[in-house]
């Protein structure tokens, strides 16, 4: 997107493009919330000390706004509300391959010696192997998968509901953030209400096969609640914290709440 375009630099201010973006940036719910009247440059700049004459303080402007809007994000967030669902009939085929590398780069994760690890505050289980993931109680859902590269797709994941899993882990659920680190070096985090969210699933299927390496073998964390690069594949460790994790995009620019 073209935060990211503003934040690499290079190509000099131009004012015009940069609201738009922060406009773009700031979502129709906290626009509601907050009214029209601050969506001007000069208001915004004044809320954040941005005299729009450096790249430095602009992109700390865009940051603040980001952070705001995080917090509109979760204010906004109704944890009993569910996202849309589909019929099988409409799933996406084939359904698209995306992370920050090419297919042939997918990282090969071997089932026999794979273990999930949960760490941070959780008192409980702190080891799975992929047999006793899949013992748990399972469910599935047909949901739509959004991309903020501009694509979407109906997909059907299988797994564990996620505040299931949290809740045998023994996780301290009143903690702020799930922290997940990938196979691939990606990493994300979420809020805890979207963690304990009844359409979050650790899944361990794709349409019904075991989840193929493209889409996150063995697990994804799939959540229609949020965007894309929120829903981490190949997960190794779940960390339970307090402590803001940011994420691989996020820490890019790419909003931290990412609600779709
Ligand atoms: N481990 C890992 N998870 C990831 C990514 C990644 O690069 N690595 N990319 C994210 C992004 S941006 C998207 S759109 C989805 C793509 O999932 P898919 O390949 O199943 O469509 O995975 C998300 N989770
Ligand atoms: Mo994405």
Redesign the pocket.
Known sequence: MSIRKIFSGGSGLDADSIIKDARKELKAPARRLFGKRILTLGGLAMLSGCDLTSDKSVNAMLRKMSSFNDDAQALLFDPNKLAPTYPESMITRP??????YDIDEVPEVDASTYRLQVGGLARGKRVWTLEELRALPQESQVTR?I?IEGWSAIGKWGGVRFADFLARSGADTTAKYVAFR?A?N?FTSIDMPTALHAQTLLTLTYDGQVLPP???FPM?LRMPTKL??K????IIAITVTNEYPGGY?ENQGYNWFGGS
């Open positions: 359904f698209p391959f995306n992370a920050f998968h991309c990938c691939d990606y493209k889409y996150g994804k894309g690069y829903n981490p594949k190949h995009w």
